[in-house]
């Protein structure tokens, strides 16, 4: 398995890292073993920041890491106290680290801050919850664990990574993109499309994720989609053939323009809102104006390409519209105007502790990637203190610490890091018994090793691969450990005694739980998203041509938006675990028409066009025909991602010569829109025919 080449920004960071650590780390440990004669306390003063600084990869710039580090530590601390007091018992202990690891685990659904610092968590408990059972020394660990961290800090603030650009910046830099496009003049597509990529999760630095379940990261995150959809819409209609005169058009441009800008500025300053329910009131101005001049004599009748270019620039404003409500979430932290549809935006008026309640019971679910990933980590970091404890191993914390760094989301993927592991730890594990057989007692040689041999290890090994970073760690260990207590040669025995049994851990967990990752559910995820989803574009054709005072079906969307984060959260998972597989399978596409139909949902509906005004009884007959056709192509394309067949359903043409008017015209944009999205994906799911055969 090839490492990845890092760019230079990437070595700059990972050699400031390397000497934070390994600064904190001697910063501590020499003057509390030489200076205080406290063994122990040194260890885990040692210890601590390459548990928080090395093994967990918090996201951040220097005060953000250090923030995290400090909220953190008081839970370090009672991790360290609960492991020291279950050492008593081997299944005490275990018991203990299923559910500390279980929960560390799972606190991903907590966004990359709390998913970055659960290793480092993890290593508290288990470096305490291994005899000897000495709860006499729990001061003196809870002490160096304390010194340890603040050691760190102080060392992120002394030499802090460049900060990166928050994610409101981001958004206020992509609105002013929009504000250019959206006003006369625009903007060439292929740079709307470049600007919107860029506020993707995936090209966002952890640290800058709105993940989060409080009010303002979800705005934050709905906004971003909003944008995104926003800018694809400029750019849509950039790409469309001129039309003829359109002033009314022109003017909502200018109204969406003026909106973008104060938007940015508010999320930029906090300051100079755009007027409340100004948009709004133009879109409806807007829409009835259509309305007239639709109704009008056959004559005088816009032309269908114009009526066309209308819905788009309607379908543009209320993604304006969302962007607007967004910001003033995201900047207030609540609506300062009523968040309309209450449906989008339920979570507006909910209390952060009951947003945190829906994130974790949402993912509580075996269809969760969060949720088996937790699980497949707390079961491994069980079995394998069983088995320490069960079997009296040496030094038995590093069979789960193998399991801890070695453990990957595909069985493939974890037996590729454990087989350049092991190579790494045999190599590292002759070169430390040479190093000990040479040295013999000398303590004070060990003592000038260690703070560059650390400084190399946690430079070389990150640039260098797994297999050089188990190497130079077994060194690491190796010089630290023969300056607290006499050792020989045989410590690198149990080393890799200790990392094969963690190594055979981690693959039966690989092989038992999931070995497939989130290859599996992202398909199931996928389809279950469509499915949800679907039902959506008939109960909005309904709701638009239902007659006044009839009954209207309300489109019920939260279902759609639950499997939607679940779907969200598989891909990213899969995404990381198979960068360079399946490049044909366009899942983003699918995400991209589910928002389709859920957006659709709630602003076509809106604006309250009834038959007389808008459909005639051709055009709602096409509407409806269309949307059951969708639905049926839509549970063709789920049914192929969950293992189905591959027949194609026909679409039938509408009939012609039918006089397209504002309300049909909205929905023939809105559903063409979508069908082209589908036959994208149907597409991508289609093997490429075989080529010719050679002769």
């Known amino acids: 398995m090839a490492d990845v080449t890092p760019t230079g920004q990437e070595r700059a960071t990972i050699l400031r890292r390397a000497v934070r650590v390994a600064v904190a780390a001697s910063a501590g440990f020499y003057p509390l073993l030489y200076g205080a004669g406290l063994p122990v306390t040194a260890l885990y003063a040692l210890f601590a920041p390459i548990a928080v600084g090395l093994l967990s990869p918090i996201p951040g710039s220097g005060r953000q890491r250090v923030s995290v ?16 007091l279950l050492a008593v018992d081997t299944w005490a202990a275990v018991g203990g680290m299923l559910t500390v690891g279980f929960l560390l685990a799972f606190a991903a659904v907590g966004g990359s801050r709390p998913a970055g610092v659960a290793p480092g968590l993890h290593l508290f408990y288990i470096l305490a919850c291994f005899p000897p059972y000495a709860p006499d020394t729990l001061g003196r660990r809870l002490a160096g664990l304390a010194i340890g961290v603040l050691a760190l800090a102080a060392c992120e603030l002394l030499l802090p990574d460049p900060p990166a650009a928050s994610y409101p910046e981001r958004l206020a830099r992509a609105l002013d993109e929009a504000a250019r496009a959206a006003a006369r003049g625009g903007v060439p597509p292929q740079e709307l499309r470049a600007a919107g990529a860029r506020l993707r999760l995936a090209s966002v630095p952890p640290a800058e994720r709105p993940a989060g379940a409080g009010r303002t990261d979800r705005a934050l995150e709905q906004g971003g989609r909003a944008v995104r959809r926003l800018l694809d819409q400029l750019a849509t209609l950039a790409e469309t053939p001129p039309t003829a005169a359109d002033p009314a058009s022109a003017d909502l441009l200018d109204r969406v323009s003026a909106l973008c800008t104060d938007c940015a500025r ?17 879109m409806r101005r807007f829409q009835a104006e259509r309305v007239r001049l639709a109704s009008g004599p056959p004559g005088e009748r816009p032309p269908v390409a114009v009526l066309r270019r209308q819905s ?46 829906r994130r974790v019971t949402g993912n509580v679910t075996f269809r969760s990637v969060l949720f088996q990933n937790a699980l497949r980590t707390a079961l491994g970091l069980a079995a394998a203190r069983a088995v320490a404890g069960s079997l009296d191993l040496s030094h038995g914390f590093w069979v789960l610490l193998t399991v801890l760094t070695l453990g990957r989301t595909t069985a493939g993927a974890t037996w590729g890091a454990v087989r350049l592991a092991l190579a790494g730890n045999a190599a590292g594990a002759l070169a430390a018994g040479a190093l000990l057989i040479g040295l013999g007692p000398h303590t004070d040689a060990y003592a000038v090793l260690l703070a560059p041999v650390m400084l190399a290890a946690f430079a070389l090994g990150p640039l260098l691969g797994i297999a050089y970073a188990q190497g130079l760690f077994t060194l690491v260990v190796a010089t630290a450990f023969a300056q607290i207590e006499p050792v020989t040669w045989r410590l690198s025995e149990a080393r890799m005694i200790d990392v094969v049994t963690g190594s055979v851990i981690g693959l039966l967990c690989g092989l038992l739980a999931w070995p497939a990752g989130a290859r599996r559910e992202v398909h199931r995820a996928m389809a279950e998203l469509l499915r949800a989803c679907a039902p959506l574009v008939p109960v909005t054709v309904d709701a638009l041509l239902a007659p006044p005072g009839g009954s209207r079906a309300s489109p019920q969307t939260l279902p759609g938006v639950h499997r939607l984060r679940l779907a969200e959260a598989a891909y990213a998972q899969y995404r990381t675990e198979a960068p360079g597989e399946d490049t044909r399978t366009d899942w983003h596409a699918m995400l991209i028409a589910a928002n389709h139909m859920l957006l659709g949902a709630h602003w076509l509906p809106r604006f309250g066009l009834r038959p007389e005004s808008g459909a005639t009884a051709p055009a709602a007959a096409r509407a409806r025909t269309t949307a059951k056709e969708l639905v049926t192509e839509t549970d063709r394309i789920a049914t192929r991602l969950t293992g189905g067949g591959p027949e194609s359903v026909r679409r039938r043409a509408g009939p012609d010569g039918c006089p397209p008017t504002p309300l049909s015209v909205d929905l023939e944009v809105w559903m063409t829109s979508l069908a082209e999205q589908l036959t994208r994906i149907d597409a991508s799911l289609t093997p490429p025919p075989p080529g010719p055969s050679p002769r």
Do not use: K
């Open 312 to 357: 788009r620039v309607l379908a543009l404003a209320e993604s304006a519209r969302m962007v607007e409500i967004t910001a003033d979430i995201a900047v207030h932290g609540h609506p300062t105007e009523p968040a309309v549809p209450r449906r989008l935006f339920w979570y507006a008026e909910l209390s952060t502790p009951r947003l945190w309640a």
């Open 266 to 282: 508010l999320l930029r300053t906090g300051t100079g809102p755009p007027e409340a329910g100004a948009l709004e009131q133009a």
């Open 69 to 84: 580090m400090l909220r953190a530590l008081p839970w370090a601390l009672a991790l360290a106290t609960l492991g020291t």
